[in-house]
């Protein structure tokens, strides 16, 4: 549906820049004040190395799409940083166990748990499934990577979940209603459209002169046109409510952005119908979302990950 439907990658690409905006930011708040800036410094010119706020927002993208970010902390040696620690993003049908064992458990597709439910592994295809190499004996035998070097970006909506389903999810019945709804208005001009005149009569068949019925007659610019004796011409009306269109669209689009709290001004990019005060208040509930959102990643993904790359750091630096 993102692929196919504007409003719907709107949404999406709307979501995932509000939400990462220009990137996270470190403030170190030990005792010493060189201290701080020396990792702050060295956080910055990592992250701008490794284009970590590009793949940031590509993993809360795919959260929103996919139902998952995922992304694998790896050591990647051309760096010029001194740390050489890189993120690789991989799509979460790279997630997977081809061959899992049966009754393992504590052992899904993709993740094995210990027993008291923390991932300690994650199998990882080196391949996407649907790539041309996808599906070889190579490709079918994933890479264990320890949970501590993954970060798994989805939102838990129920207990005992482990894998992500698309936000979106709910609204996917929509964009489908949209464009039939669209297709039968374009239809139904169209048709209209393609009649100019019709012939009429309330005269018995003996009293006219003969025309076969749906026949045509060329209708000649700027000149006028003799009718077959008894009939009349009219030109037909548009019945279909063509007025209701605007709001059924915007109503379509109100449900889609709905599953993020996200207003509908900010879903059409078009605030038209908006006064500043309505705008700010509509947005109150999309700010909480994206606050809660971003704690999210706070603890799922950034910290982790800089959990990783201070102890790179201190293994480069002493």
């Known amino acids: 549906e993102i692929a196919n ?3 719907a990658d709107g949404i999406a690409n709307t979501y995932a820049d509000d939400l990462i905006g220009i990137g996270p930011t470190l403030r170190m708040q030990t005792g010493s004040e060189g201290f701080n800036r020396m990792v702050e410094t060295a956080w910055r010119t990592w992250a701008k190395e490794v284009k970590f706020r590009r793949k940031l927002w590509c993993m809360a993208h795919a959260k929103h799409g996919d139902g998952e970010g995922i992304g694998v902390l790896r050591q990647n040696r051309k760096l010029k940083h001194a740390v050489k620690l890189d993120l690789v993003l991989h799509e979460t049908e790279q997630m997977a166990t081809p061959y899992l064992p049966w009754g393992k458990e504590g052992y899904i597709d993709g993740i094995q748990f210990d027993q008291w439910g923390n991932p300690e592994f994650y199998d990882i295809l080196r391949n996407h499934p649907g790539s041309s190499q996808g599906w070889s004996q190579a490709s079918l035998k994933p890479e264990k990577v320890a949970a501590k070097f993954v970060l798994h970006w989805f939102k838990m909506k129920r207990p005992g979940q482990h894998r992500g389903v698309p936000e979106c999810s709910s609204t996917l019945n929509l964009g489908a209603a949209g464009r039939r709804y669209r297709e039968a208005v374009v239809s139904a001009a169209e048709n209209i459209a393609d009649f100019s005149l019709f012939l009429q009569t309330t005269m018995a068949p003996d009293e006219l002169d003969p025309v076969a019925a749906m026949s045509t007659l060329a209708i000649q610019k700027r000149m006028m ?22 709001e059924f669209n915007k109503s379509i689009i109100g449900e889609q952005a709905r599953a993020k709290s996200m207003p509908l001004n900010k879903a059409m990019c078009d605030s038209s119908d908006y006064n500043y005060s309505s705008g700010r208040l509509d ?18 993904a950034l910290d982790p990950m800089f959990d990783v790359l201070f102890e790179f750091a201190v293994s480069r630096y002493g």
């Open 225 to 246: 046109t003799a009718l077959p004796q008894g009939y009349g011409a009219f030109q037909p009306k548009a019945e279909q409510p063509t007025s209701t269109y605007t």
């Open 283 to 300: 947005h109150s509930t999309y700010y909480g979302h994206l606050d809660i959102d971003r704690e999210d990643c706070d603890d799922i």
């Open 5 to 7: 439907n504007g409003f």
